[in-house]
């Protein structure tokens, strides 16, 4: 089924589209930075590129028609290769932050061991994305949507209007996002009702976090997941969704960074082989703090999506586009 692209986006197919165009042509552009190595930007806006191209691929799939080698799982292995180097990018950005100001002295030789040690990662890292934008793979994948973007192909539902269709692509996103149990780390129930516990000291939350801190990780990946989704089609919507896909990104950047903090703080121990406070007592000290605040930002978000009518009016905004 071949749909001519109109230049108003009116259907399915056409939205699918233009999504899938733009977000292949942000990968693209970043690709020959990224082999320089020059810049770490480059690898951010390239890794974010893939993921939003894995959205619009898996989430546009009932209404496309691609090549087999574009695939979700195909796109998400080259997602996941710029994302183990990005990971590292990231480590060293949150070591060097955690170090202003200047740690003292009797520190700093143990900071240029880890320092040393992250770098040898990243060399091994970047070889593996290097290999990965130089295989079979990437060059199929690339060649299968240039070919699809000049004679597109659709399924059936493509022709649907657009609104039409919109609430049924979004509405289990969000469900899983609202029932996932990552809301309930640190509440507790009381006669049916989910309260927040607050005034927590500092090693209570240490405690929590290690006990659940997988489990707001997932969240937050949950969280990324439908903001990356909900952000396909905001022209689709007013104001009220803008909102909360701005939510979704604080909610995103605020359980990233406890993770963030805590995923350092599991490969400092790994590289001294043991409990690092003893080596970096001045960062472990900040790393605790931040995460800390962080916990501090989370909660007045965790209780406000507790609440029955901030869920259902998202159900509601995603039911009815402009």
């Known amino acids: 089924m071949i749909l001519a692209t109109k230049s108003k986006v009116e259907n399915l197919g056409q939205y699918a589209y233009s999504a899938i165009q733009k977000h292949f042509k942000k990968t693209l552009k970043w690709e020959t930075e990224v082999k320089k190595d020059k ?11 893939m993921r939003r191209l ?9 209404a496309v028609d691609l090549p087999k080698v574009v695939s979700d799982k195909n796109v998400g292995k080259i997602a996941r290769r710029l ?3 990005r990971d590292l990018d990231v480590l060293k950005q949150t070591l060097e932050n955690f170090c202003q100001p200047d740690i003292p002295k009797k520190e700093r030789q143990s900071l240029r061991t880890a320092l040393d040690a992250l770098g040898k990662q990243r060399e091994d890292a ?3 994305v290097r290999s990965t934008l130089k295989d ?6 690339k060649q299968s949507l240039k070919d ?25 996103e969000v469900s899983h996002f609202l029932l996932h149990p990552g809301w309930l780390v640190g509440t507790q129930v009381k006669e049916s009702e989910i309260v927040v516990l607050r005034d927590w000291e500092a090693e209570k939350v240490e405690q929590e976090l ?4 997988k489990i707001l990780h997932s969240l937050r990946k949950q969280a990324k997941r439908i903001r990356y989704q909900m952000e396909l089609f905001t022209d689709l919507y007013g104001e ?4 909360y896909v701005a939510e979704l990104k604080s909610i995103q950047d605020i359980l990233g960074s406890i993770q963030d903090s805590t995923v350092l703080g599991e490969w400092l121990a790994d590289v001294f082989e043991s409990d690092f406070h003893a080596q970096l007592p001045t960062i472990a000290t900040k790393v605790a703090e931040n995460r800390y605040q962080m916990w501090q930002q989370w909660q007045p978000l965790q209780e406000r999506y507790l609440q029955a009518e901030v869920r259902q009016r998202l159900h509601l905004t995603v039911l009815h586009p402009m």
């Open 148 to 172: 699809w973007l000049d004679e597109p192909s659709y399924q059936p539902l493509a022709s649907l209007p657009m609104q039409e269709v919109l609430p049924d692509l979004l509405l289990p």
């Open 136 to 141: 079979g793979r990437y060059k199929a994948i």
């Open 126 to 128: 970047l070889i593996d």
């Open 54 to 62: 894995r959205t619009a691929v898996s989430r546009f799939a009932p």
């Open 240 to 243: 009220t969704y803008t909102t």
């Open 39 to 49: 810049d770490p930007e480059a690898l951010h806006q390239m890794r974010v590129g």
């Open 210 to 213: 290690a006990t659940n801190g």
């Open 83 to 85: 994302g183990n180097l």
